[in-house]
């Protein structure tokens, strides 16, 4: 089974602080990507990463960056947060050529204060 | 542009059937799928319809495919109270992202 895990599942930081938030797949997937999951607007991407040391914007990535260093961990970075990136942020991986399905870790609720 | 709607909630009684629908904009979209999220959890992936079928069969659950219309349903059959969840649908138009509707929350009523 593949499985995908998020190093914490509730996170809790002050206005200005720099937060990471750490996706591991052990799949050996090429693609991986970052989600945020609010209330009546369902799952928007932020991020996305086709291979290593590669990135691609999603649809909201203002206010966000991303680092791929190893092929299996996808790390999310707010480099300052702010109280509207308060959400639910979740993580998915997919194989590369020929794969289409994606597999998603359990979330991590991140409150910003 | 790319837009995928669900209504937000629909309520049954336990050993009705459900009928979950989603509209979408992306002819393109090689693959549909139907994603159930339970309280506290992430995304699980529950089914899928290649954009060439216009019905899939899986258990309990029935996947309806109108591309003309651009209109995908899930219906599942005597549903139970361990189908309250939420359901989201999401196309995937070219490029290989994903792009999902709002999450219709399901509950099921003993």
């Known amino acids: 089974d593949v499985k995908v895990t998020q190093s914490s599942r509730y996170l809790v930081k002050r206005t200005g602080e720099k937060v990471f938030l750490e996706c591991v797949q052990d799949m050996d997937h090429e693609n991986m990507f970052w989600y945020r999951q609010d209330p009546g607007l369902g799952l928007r991407l932020i991020y996305f990463s086709y291979d290593v040391k590669m990135k691609e914007k999603g649809d909201i990535p203002e206010g966000y960056s991303v680092s791929r260093e190893k092929k299996e961990r996808f790390s999310l970075i707010l480099e300052s947060a702010s109280t509207n990136q308060t959400s639910m942020y979740l993580c998915?991986?997919?194989?590369?050529?020929?794969?289409?399905?994606?597999?998603f870790g359990p979330g991590t609720r991140l409150t910003v204060t | 542009g790319e837009d995928v709607e669900q209504s937000l909630f629909l309520s049954v009684r336990e050993g009705d059937s459900s009928v979950i629908n989603c509209t979408y904009t992306d002819s393109s979209s090689t693959y549909l799928y139907w994603y159930k999220q339970e309280p506290g959890a992430g995304l699980q992936l529950l089914t899928y319809?290649?954009?060439?079928?216009d019905m899939k069969q899986d258990q309990r659950l029935t996947v309806l495919l109108n591309k003309k219309d651009k209109h995908l349903s899930l219906r599942i059959a005597d549903t139970q109270t361990g189908d309250s969840a939420i359901y989201f649908c999401a196309e995937t138009p070219l490029g290989g992202k994903l792009i999902f509707g709002q999450g219709t929350e399901l509950s099921v009523k003993p």
């Open positions: 319809i290649f954009s060439n079928m």
């Open positions: 998915a991986s997919s194989p590369g050529q020929g794969g289409h399905e994606q597999y």
